[in-house]
């Protein structure tokens, strides 16, 4: 269902795959995603660069590894509100 969902707001299928898996672990890195989704780690940071524009994750930069964390879900509203403008 929540596939469904991005699809019809403009997620293609490896940003789908990945914000899943982001969303599911919390919190990972770029080396981490690439391999759990087997997406060569370039396209990895380049769907990750469109997710972060979308406003569905964010970079933790709180160290020097970069790591990527899902916003709530319930943030997928303001995409939402956003494609409908």
């Known amino acids: 269902m929540i596939n469904v969902l991005l699809q019809k707001l403009g997620f293609n299928e490896k940003e789908i795959d ?3 898996v982001i969303l599911q ?5 770029p080396a981490e995603l690439s ?3 087997g ?3 370039t396209t990895v940071y380049s769907a990750t660069k469109e997710l972060l524009k ?5 970079e933790d930069l709180g160290s020097e590894i ?3 964390v899902a916003l709530p879900p319930q943030d997928l509203n303001l995409v939402i509100k956003k494609e409908e403008e």
């Open 54 to 58: 979308k406003g569905v994750i964010a």
């Open 35 to 37: 391999k759990i989704t």
């Open 25 to 29: 672990r919390g919190k990972i890195t």
């Open 18 to 20: 990945l914000y899943l």
């Open 39 to 41: 997406i060569n780690r």
């Open 66 to 68: 970069k790591y990527f």
